[in-house]
């Protein structure tokens, strides 16, 4: 440590400059992580955020909901099968609506739920959904944006549908786009062949090969692979993944190159240490603290940046940061901060004193 912060003291230039690249890699790892979790909580909110660990979905929909097809038998079929309240019919649709007397469009993602399920979302403002009443919706609290508001009516031009606005709910969007809840009658009235996409199943309360083996054509999925099949999920989080990954291999890189620079530049300063007695794992102990001193510190100054810029970006950037992930990413990153010092730790130990000390500088 002595070793350490005497080289702080005497090159503070260097050692700035490199701690600032240090920070930018680090700060830019924890932006693109956080826009990550932005669009997946974006793309899938409304799912994640339901109360339910599987889905009984068509067998040949390739896992996508948008595809799947439940027809009313196969949903009596089901109902007969497991206790009350443990399965549920679910119906989604994209739509374009818009607020009744403007021209204004707004895309969005219908659900169809039974009010009085676990699938009802969590009401902010307003009204819940029941079961009971007609033409009313719960909507995404975003659609305020668009000027909605409780009270109003938003229409489907497609279908001549309109309905109330009773209640916004926050955090429901599904494909990028809020969510409008309805209920079950409403979405009977909606879809002119009678259909739901999915039945959402409470597995603690059933045994999933019971249904399967007596309902044809079906097959039964969890949440996740619910999740990684909606439309674009799995392509959108791969890519920015593949970006923080190739982040991570240039940070390595780069400070593996600034210290092993730094390190032949101070050859000769190791073979007089080592000639006055330091052994080699006493250096290569200053070069390993040297390292993790800096790399806490950008990790540190990279991450209260991070909070100041979700902070500042607008509500409408998907952008959101996670304790645990940025756990993770740290840690990760002050590994692949001590992995690329090995390569200066070799040169420390190739040092011959002699050979250092009488060499011309």
Not at 285 to 311: K, P
């Amino acid at each position: 440590m002595f070793l350490t912060l005497r080289e702080f003291r005497y090159s503070k230039l260097r050692y700035f400059l490199i701690g600032c690249i240090m920070i930018l890699i680090a700060w830019l790892v924890f932006i693109i992580s956080g826009l990550a979790q932005g669009l997946a909580a974006d793309n899938a909110a409304a799912i994640d955020k339901m109360k339910v660990d599987r889905f009984l979905i068509q067998s040949d929909a390739e896992q996508k909901l948008n595809r799947s097809v439940i027809t009313p038998k196969q949903w009596q079929n089901v109902s007969a099968l497991v206790p009350k309240n443990a399965a549920t019919p679910f119906g989604q649709k994209m739509l374009s609506v818009s607020k009744n007397g403007t021209a204004h469009k707004q895309d969005v993602a219908l659900f169809a739920i039974d009010a009085a399920s676990s699938l009802a979302p969590k009401v902010l403002e307003g009204k819940s959904l029941t079961n009971t009443t007609k033409g009313e919706v719960v909507v995404n609290q975003s659609l305020k944006e668009a000027g909605i508001q409780l009270g109003d009516f938003i229409q489907d031009f497609e279908t001549d549908q309109k309905w109330k606005v009773v209640g916004f709910a926050n955090g429901q969007s599904y494909s990028h786009a809020p969510v409008i809840f309805i209920n079950l009658n409403d979405w009977n009235r909606l879809t002119k062949n009678l259909y739901y996409n999915a039945i959402a199943l409470q597995v603690n309360q059933i045994d999933p090969s019971s249904i399967t083996g007596k309902v044809k054509d079906v097959t039964i999925i969890n949440k996740d692979q619910l999740l990684q099949n909606i439309p674009g999920f799995k392509e959108e989080q791969g890519s920015l993944t593949m970006m923080i990954t190739f982040l991570f291999v240039i940070a390595s890189f780069v400070q593996a190159v600034f210290f092993y620079v730094m390190t032949l530049q101070k050859t000769h300063q190791f073979g007089v240490l080592k000639a006055i007695g330091a052994n080699t794992s006493y250096l290569a102990r200053s070069l390993i603290t040297q390292v993790g001193l800096l790399t806490i510190i950008a990790i540190l100054c990279s991450l209260v940046f991070s909070y100041l810029t979700q902070m500042l970006l607008p509500s409408n950037i998907p952008f959101q940061l996670n304790i645990d992930t940025d756990i993770q990413f740290s840690a990760l990153f002050l590994g692949v901060s001590l992995i690329g010092s090995l390569l200066s730790l070799y040169q420390i130990a190739k040092v011959d004193a002699l050979e250092a000390i009488g060499r011309i500088e």
